[in-house]
């Protein structure tokens, strides 16, 4: 059965700090990967979708990246943390199962930076 | 373009009321749908999903119809349990893209 795992589980950065979250998958292969922001009490955010290694959609401008260095590893970073960077970090995959697409998420990573 | 339109919550109900939460969506083409769940501190599950018109997702006692007529999908259950207090979103899916609801809060009291 698949799987995705995300680290850390929380974590508490100064403000200029640098970032890197990680999410690997296993039991698929190919996957479209998928990082997502939760401000607290709010609904998703897209940040990056990746349909491949080394192929970056961004959604949404800011001071945050992301890369695709193996099929089933997705790296969120950034250079410089904002105090607006704090919330709820998923991570998520998706393959496509009959006609249509479905989608799984890690556990999270909470994020705060101050 | 493809947006999803979800009630606002909070809800609170007592235990064993009955649960509806709207959710209606506007689409090209012939999405997928789904409602996902999420407990404190976790991340999403899947709760069910629906692929075509008048499919009927369901599980763990929720029900959901892809209703094209009216272009809904909203969620219910006929007896909530406290169990049951989390957030629950609505999903749109025309293909790999997915688009979310804004979250509806549930709170279910003994």
């Known amino acids: 059965s698949q799987t995705i795992h995300q680290w850390p589980a929380t974590l508490v950065q100064p403000v200029g700090s640098p970032l890197s979250l990680e999410c690997t998958v296993e039991?698929?292969?190919?996957?479209?990967l998928y990082w997502y922001r939760q401000a607290a009490g709010r609904g998703l955010q897209l940040l990056f979708y990746s349909v491949g290694i080394g192929q970056i959609s961004s959604e949404v401008p800011q001071n945050l990246s992301a890369s695709r260095p193996q099929d089933r590893q997705f790296i969120l970073s950034s250079k410089k943390l904002l105090l607006s960077d704090s919330g709820f970090y998923l991570c998520?995959?998706?393959?496509?199962?009959?006609?249509?697409?479905?989608?799984?998420f890690g556990p999270g990573t909470r994020l705060t930076v101050t | 373009g493809d947006s999803v339109t979800q009630m606002e919550g909070p809800v609170t109900l007592s235990e064993e009321a009955f649960l509806t939460i709207n959710c209606t969506y506007t689409a090209t083409g012939y999405p997928s749908l789904f409602w996902y769940v999420q407990y404190p501190g976790e991340g999403l599950q899947l709760l069910l999903k629906?692929?075509?018109?008048?499919d009927k997702g369901s599980n763990k006692g929720f029900e959901a119809t892809y209703r094209k007529e009216t272009t809904s999908f909203h969620l219910e259950k006929g007896s909530v349990q406290v169990s049951d207090s989390a957030v629950y979103f609505c999903?749109?899916?025309?293909?790999?893209?997915?688009?979310f609801g804004t979250g509806t809060s549930l709170t279910v009291i003994p």
């Open positions: 039991g698929t292969s190919n996957p479209n």
């Open positions: 629906a692929t075509k018109a008048d």
């Open positions: 998520a995959w998706s393959v496509p199962l009959g006609r249509a697409y479905e989608q799984y």
């Open positions: 999903v749109l899916s025309p293909g790999n893209q997915f688009y």
